[in-house]
Structure formats: C-alpha cells, structure tokens
C-alpha cells in the first residue's frame, strides 16, 4: 500500500530557520507577462547538469484552423467582417512541447464549433497563463487548480466546464522517487533535490509544502534544491533520469506516462499519494461575454455526442465534459488558507 506523503510514525526533524522559502526558482505570481514566452527561459539558471535536454525546443504557440483568408476581400463596404479569434490558453500542467500536439485537437473542435478562427496560446507558467485571462488576452482557458483559485480570488476567474477522466472528476498528487530510492516517504527527502512543475501547482507544490508546514517544517529549506521543471511531465522524466531524488506530480500525467511510455515508468514509483482534489478547470474571465460563455459551455459539454469531438476526447483521455459544482477546490482552499496563515 502506498504510504500517505508524511509517514506519522517517522521522527520530524528540528525545524529550520524561519523565514521566506529560498528554493531555487522562487517567483510571484503576478509575474509580468511576456508575450511572446520561451518555455523554460526563466529557470535556465536553476537547472542541474543534465536538465537542459527536458527543456530543449518547446514551441510557445499554434495557430488553430485558419478556414478565413488572409487576403483582402474584394467586396469592399460589403464585405462581412470575420469573427474575432478564439484565443484558448493552456497552462503548462504538461510541457509546450507535449501540449502543442494535444490540445491543437480541441482547439480545431471548438474553433469549429464556434466558426472562429482558434488560436493556441501556450506560456511557460502558470502565473504567465493567469495573467492571459486577468488581462483578457486569451477567451478561454486551461488553468492549474491553485491557479484557479488564485484566479478566482485575485479577480473572479470562474471555472466553467471540467474533464471526467475514468468517470470521475477528481485527481491527487504522486509523490514519486527513481526506482531504485529506499524514500518511503516526504520526509525521507530532507536534503535532497526536490522537483516541481510549478510553484502555482497544487499538485506539484502547494500540497507537499503545506505537508511540511504542518510538522513545522520550513518547506524552503527542507530540501537541497528545489527544481522547478516547468510542467509534470519534466518532472517525471527529472525523476527517471535521477537528476532529482524525488518530485511531487498530477496523478493524470503520471499515469498518462505510464500507460504510453512503461520504461519510463518502470524507471520511477509512487511512494504516497495525496487525498482527492477536484479536476483542474476550464475559466475564463468574469466579464466574457455571456453569449461567448454560453456558446462554450454548450460546445464542451456537447463534445462527446460528436463523433469528431468524441475521437478529440479520446485522445485526451478524457471522458466528457461537465458543469463543475463550486465547492469542488475548496480542499484546494483550504490549502491555500493554511498556507496564507504560516508565519
């Protein structure tokens, strides 16, 4: 059986010095917008010898299906004017590189869908994909769950639809080790590297940092070095490789990992998992237009009806779409209150 991330019967270390966490990679999340990011650029400094091939020739952005001509029209004043693109960014929950080949699917459905031209937008965190909906350069989104939430408190972000995934609408945190590790469980990792995909990731990030707050530990002195690997799916093949003894990672990547590449898989394991939080949403600003919103809604929730949308899906691993119930993250909440409240 997998052990919970702090195994209780394991002494707890002193505490560290307090003070604000000095891991490698540390940024605010209101991190200015870069407009055009490359992916990993900030977290060059930050990585350990043998990182710099995870971060390689990621792609920022793809442009959907372009069905409207970019030529002028010869109609002149009687031309129609073609609708506004549809602007749908990703958060880097998996790398650019990963996400570009993934989500161009649902992009080309909804931009169908909606008969706009759908554009892709890709940044290289979570706080850069925030910013796209705050500033309202983007129409839609695909956020982290602690991005959503701080989101949602920083300007009302509002989650509309969520992915079912094998029926449920529900995911955790794996904490994972190279295989050959003797860790069973966080605590086990004092000292050691440690790798998250963001700072922004519930998955990745706040839930272990809250399981050390809690016995009284100083997350950012905890470990050794604290990589930030930009998405999960670096941190896992991070894992793999041994360039950190261990990482915290969204159970859907993890196992998405495991079904499409076993080596890589058999080359790490899951030593604790954390409890159930509700799915990473799709949002978008609170002041989209209603008519907008509604068309989305419809469409995504409508998407495995459709032959098209259901292979969309498929590839996706995702079931369906649904309306999300509000008190889905508050265990998300809780966790970012707890924190808000350590000294």
């Known amino acids: 059986m997998v052990a919970d991330f702090v195994a209780k019967s394991r002494a707890v270390g002193s505490n560290g010095p307090s003070g604000r966490p000095t891991h490698a990679g540390y940024w605010p999340a209101a991190a200015v917008l870069v407009v055009v990011a490359l992916a990993g650029v900030a977290l060059a400094s930050l990585r350990p010898s043998g990182l710099e091939s995870l971060f390689a020739g990621a792609p920022t952005a793809s442009f959907g299906p372009s ?30 590189e990963a996400s570009l080949g993934l989500y161009r699917g649902l992009v080309d459905y909804l931009s169908d869908a909606l008969g706009r031209e759908g554009i892709l937008l ?3 965190s979570y706080s850069e994909t925030n910013a796209l909906v705050r500033l309202r350069q983007c129409d839609v989104a695909f956020v982290c769950t602690n991005a959503f939430v701080q989101g949602e408190r920083d ?21 994972i080790v190279p295989s050959q590790s003797h860790a069973a469980s966080l605590l086990d990792l004092r000292g050691s590297r440690f790798g998250s995909g963001d700072l922004l990731s519930t998955t990745g990030w706040l839930y272990p940092a809250q399981l050390l707050r809690r016995q009284g530990l100083d997350p950012g002195r905890f470990f050794s ?7 999960h799916d670096r941190s896992v093949r991070a894992t793999a490789r041994g360039l950190v003894d261990g990482a915290a990672v969204d159970s859907l990547v993890y196992e998405h990992l495991a079904d499409a590449e076993p080596d890589l898989a058999a080359r790490t394991k899951v030593i604790a998992k954390s409890p159930e939080f509700g799915m990473p949403p799709m949002v978008v600003h609170p002041d989209i237009a209603p008519k907008l919103r509604t068309r989305i809604v419809d469409a995504m929730t409508q ?3 459709d032959p098209g949308g259901k292979a969309v899906l498929t590839s996706l691993r995702i079931d369906r779409f649904v309306v999300p119930k509000p008190e889905s993250w508050d265990a998300v909440r809780k966790l970012v209150d707890e924190g808000s409240q350590t000294p």
């Open 67 to 96: 069905s409207a001509s970019s030529a002028p029209s010869s109609a002149g004043l009687n031309a129609t004017v073609p609708a506004a693109p549809l602007r749908v960014a990703v958060a880097p929950v998996i790398s650019p």
């Open 155 to 175: 300007f009302g972000m509002q989650a509309i639809v969520v992915p079912v995934v094998g029926g449920v609408t529900v995911y955790r945190s794996f904490l």
């Open 225 to 231: 070095e604290h990589v930030v690997t930009g998405s």
């Open 303 to 305: 998407m495995h009806l």
């Open 122 to 124: 890709l940044r290289s």
